[in-house]
């Protein structure tokens, strides 16, 4: 069976028979599209030169590099959707701790925003003062975790068998990922702290 070298798809058929008999042959096509024609004509060649009877199980195996590749892009997806799971537990999760960290912040400083008032800050002031806060909360916890990575992707890199690449654009994504977790969960106690009436906020007794 003549063959051509192409990168397009391939099929290996593996003879586990004795040792002095060929243990594989690697066969490759020069179009995809051939790969099943040629993987039923290997399967059909094989059973005829080992002398299989009808109905019996076959002596060798026929692997299909297309299917390999299919099968760990399935598994390197699903890894992938798991990963992206366990990110959004941990960032709403996250989130929840910052938004209770605001909210005790707003109640503990209400003659401080009542005092801010009483001096000429409006509520978009106030709003934007505790969201700039909830903001530099989550990019601080961001600016760790990112550090946290690098350093254990460098480690992996040295230490382990793998080679690991750094992408400059996921660690933009990370960074925006913690910006919009600390805007997104700062703002119902930073709404909060401008609706506050500044009369009542100057007689709170923190």
């Known amino acids: 069976t003549p063959a051509t070298a192409a990168p397009a798809a391939g099929a290996a058929a593996a003879v586990p028979r004795q040792a002095s008999t060929v243990q594989q042959i690697s066969v490759m096509v020069g179009r995809a599209e051939d790969l099943a024609y040629v993987e039923e004509e290997l399967n059909s060649l094989l059973r005829q030169r080992h002398r299989i009877a009808p109905g019996a199980e076959d002596d060798f195996a026929v692997r299909n590099i297309a299917e390999i590749v299919s099968t760990r892009t399935q598994t390197t997806r699903l ?15 996250g989130g929840i701790g910052i938004m209770n960290i605001m909210l005790v912040s707003v109640t503990e400083r209400i003659r401080e925003i009542g005092l801010r008032m009483a001096v000429g800050a409006g509520p978009k002031e106030i709003q934007a003062q505790f969201l700039a806060e909830a903001m530099l909360i989550s990019l601080g916890g961001g600016f760790i975790g990112i550090a946290l990575g690098v350093g254990g992707a460098l480690l992996a890199s040295k230490f382990g068998a793998l080679p690991v690449m750094l992408d400059a654009k996921v660690v933009l994504m990370a960074t925006g990922f913690s910006v919009a977790t600390g805007l997104f969960f700062g703002f119902y106690p930073a709404r909060k702290a401008a609706r506050l009436d500044p009369i009542e906020a100057l007689r709170h007794q923190g």
């Open 79 to 93: 890894m992938s959707l798991l990963l992206g799971a366990v990110a959004s537990i941990s960032l709403i999760v």
